[in-house]
């Protein structure tokens, strides 16, 4: 079946540093792939997206391109703010019916 | 453009007890899911609807949980009875349509079961 694999938290940087979150996965056929953002007291966000291979999302600084030979999807941003701080989601959806499996999620705290 | 509404945001209740979760998807959206997300854990999918029928609920506890939609907007999600397993985030997500795309999440109600 199919599964995301993200490192596990938490992630503590000072700002402005550099950040990477790793997230693979398992899946059958060409899967779409996103980033999601949960900030304190809030839902769910989309934060990112990439439909096939070697595309690349990108939002708020963040990205992550879709690497297929890697079965990959890494978060990344160059300079993080106190205000980036929250758990990340790294998730998968196929083709048919929109079904969104996550990863475990890694929590994210930027420290000024 | 309101987002996805759910209610209520807490809920404490004692082991046995039923509680309703109600959710209210962005206008438009036809395409409607439940997920439960357990502490330190990924949503993970309970049911999805297609306008007013289910079409995925394949992860749902039939046995104690039930859900609806009726006219195919407004989504009520219940447990009868709750364990203490059940303790956990239930989230309500609507998107325009069924392929991979965004979907919109709510708040998400926060249930404790003693």
């Known amino acids: 079946g199919n599964s995301v694999t993200q490192m596990e938290g938490p992630v503590t940087l000072s700002e402005e540093a550099f950040l990477t979150i790793n997230c693979t996965y398992t899946a059958t056929g060409y899967p779409s792939l996103f980033w999601y953002v949960q900030y304190p007291g809030e839902g769910l966000q989309l934060l990112l997206k990439?439909?096939?291979?070697?595309d690349k999302g990108s939002n708020k600084g963040f990205e992550a391109t879709y690497r297929k030979e890697t079965t990959s999807f890494h978060l990344e941003k160059g300079s993080v703010q106190v205000s980036d701080s929250a758990v990340y989601f790294c998730a998968l959806g196929k083709a048919a019916g929109n079904k969104l499996t996550f990863g475990g999620g890694t929590r994210v705290l930027v420290k000024p | 453009e309101a987002g996805v509404v759910q209610s209520p945001r807490y809920k404490i209740i004692e082991k046995k007890q039923p509680v309703a979760f109600w959710c209210n998807p962005i206008s438009g959206h036809n395409t409607l899911y439940w997920y439960r997300q357990n502490l330190g854990q990924g949503p993970e999918l309970l049911i999805r609807y297609e306008n007013e029928e289910a079409v995925d609920d394949s992860q749902l506890p039939k046995d104690r949980f039930s859900a609806e939609r009726l006219k195919g907007v407004d989504s009520t999600l219940k447990i009868q009875p709750a364990e203490l397993g059940d303790s956990a985030v239930y989230l309500c997500a609507s998107s325009l349509d069924p392929a991979p795309g965004e979907q919109f999440f709510g708040p998400g109600t926060r249930l404790t079961v003693l």
């Open positions: 990439a439909t096939k291979a070697d």
